[in-house]
């Protein structure tokens, strides 16, 4: 946390400069109550309403400072929360592909938001609640000066107790805290995932699921937000002990000083107006400190996220031969999936993948695209050893299209251009390409219409074809189709098959079920895998 405090230097002295202003405005405010009952004392009026006039401009100058103080602090702290949500998603950016996969999205996005919250309210709030008090207990000091050093004295004995009391707390509460925030992570996955199966619990007459899976999610999240809650009260009891005992004392011991006339009647109320400063401040000091000490392991867990190898690879310049396979084999752990396979995907030829369910289809496009690098045996793209490529420049040239394409919720133009530009015409082309100019044209805004969450407003097979033509759109030369229009119906499937097969340059090799007899015909070859 003190990495984005002092990264935001400049604009947090402001606000600590703001903050010692109104300090000062305060503790001023707070002798000069003195003044007024010394004068009140001695009935005179005159210079008793000449400082309540003064008071009065002091309490001004305060809360026009106070305004800019909320409004900065405030600033910089979201500038901060902005910046540590902006180094999470570039940590996000470098991760591997199976170091993302290690957590749910679910988690990913309550460190974004939850985590945030979290950090923005125990952490900066917190934090900058003690420099407050820090400032105003430092002025505070100094006006007690005003009337005598024992005062002062017997300040900083009570403070430094009532500091030190609560400390024994620290660790259980930096303990507690992070695993609050851990259970809030998994209550949004829960939560996420419960949700994201609402289409299927429908069809099941199962929705009362997602009510029965929130209680108990939440009930476990409010069991560890209510053990941290009781242990913030141990440690917020021991500081109001502190202070309630440190206010009366001071008045005892100002009083006994008016007494034996070392210090004026008037004294009383301002060394109590000031102790309570000084008591408030260190009361709740050591809370507040446990506070923004307990967020330091929220961001231990955000480093680690597993980054993708710095190894520099072999780059791709210009693919100009295809893939050759030989005596490749892979398992997960222990279980061999692929075993010795010898394939050749020449450049612009087009191939099919058959065999039955589990022969591991999908783990060998997953090879050829780079995801899953620890096979045996060799694969030569381009010259190179597959694995040695390096993991941006294979994914430049090899289009994966997976099972289940991923629709951003936008316009198609949006999920097409994933934020990168293209022309309009470069945007047709692409449709014409993977057959969806007509079904485009007859949308409302055309590109630009909107097609909901997850791209709820196109069939599946529409949705396979938008996320055809984002990579046709980015030329890639390879293109791997995993089952890739199994849920077109027979006519469209075939209308997408024929147009990639007729694209003389384009390398295809699609896992298919269904091969069709008007495809099989222009296939080059067709890889055959078996179970093992
Ligand atoms: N991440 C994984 N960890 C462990 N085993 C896996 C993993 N992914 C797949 N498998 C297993 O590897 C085998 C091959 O899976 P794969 O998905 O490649 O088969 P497939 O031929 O594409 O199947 P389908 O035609 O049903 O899609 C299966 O037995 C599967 O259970």
Known sequence: MFFYIKRFWKENSIVFLLMLITGVCQTVAGVLTA???????????QSFFIILLIILGVYFVFLLFMNFEINKQSQTMQMMSTTIRMDMTERMERASYSGFHEKQVGTYASWLSTDINTIETHGFDQFYAVVKGVIATFTAIIGLFVFHWSIVLWTLLI????????????????????????????????????????????????????????????????????????????????????????????????????????????????TGNLASTVFNTVGNLSQQIASFQSVGPIFDKFEKIKSRSQQVNQKIDQVDSGIILKNMSYAYGDKQVLEHINQVFDLGKKYAIVGASGSGKTTLLNILNGKLTDYTGSIIFNGYELNALSGYDLREAILYLDQQPYLFDGTIRDNITLGESFTDEEIMLALEQSSLQEVV?????????????????????????????????????????????????????????????SQKDLTVIMITHHLREEIKEKLDDVLRLSSQ
Request: aromatic fraction near 6%; glycine fraction near 10%.
């Open 35 to 45: 003044y007024a009952l010394n004068a009140l004392i001695e009935f005179d009026y």
């Open 159 to 270: 403070s430094g107790l009532t500091l030190l009391l609560p400390k024994m707390y620290q660790k259980k509460l930096a303990n507690v805290s992070l695993k609050t925030t851990e259970e809030g992570e998994h209550f949004l996955s829960r939560i996420t995932d419960v949700l994201n199966g609402f289409d299927t619990l429908f069809s099941f007459n199962l929705l009362k699921k997602i009510t029965t899976d929130t209680e108990k999610a939440s009930l476990v999240l409010a069991k560890a937000k209510n053990k941290r809650a009781s242990i913030i009260a141990k440690v917020a009891i021991l500081g109001a002990l502190g202070n309630i005992f440190g206010q009366l004392s001071i008045l005892g011991l100002t009083g006994y000083l008016a007494f034996l006339s070392v210090v004026s009647v008037g004294a009383f109320s301002a």
């Open 441 to 501: 044209a007859q949308l409302p805004n055309g590109i630009d219409t909107s097609i909901g969450e997850s791209g709820r407003l196109l069939s599946g097979g529409q949705k396979q074809r938008v996320t055809l033509a984002r990579g046709l759109i980015r030329g890639k030369q390879i293109i791997l189709l995993d089952e890739g229009t199994s849920s077109l119906d027979q006519k469209s499937a075939l209308e997408i098959e024929e147009s990639l097969m």
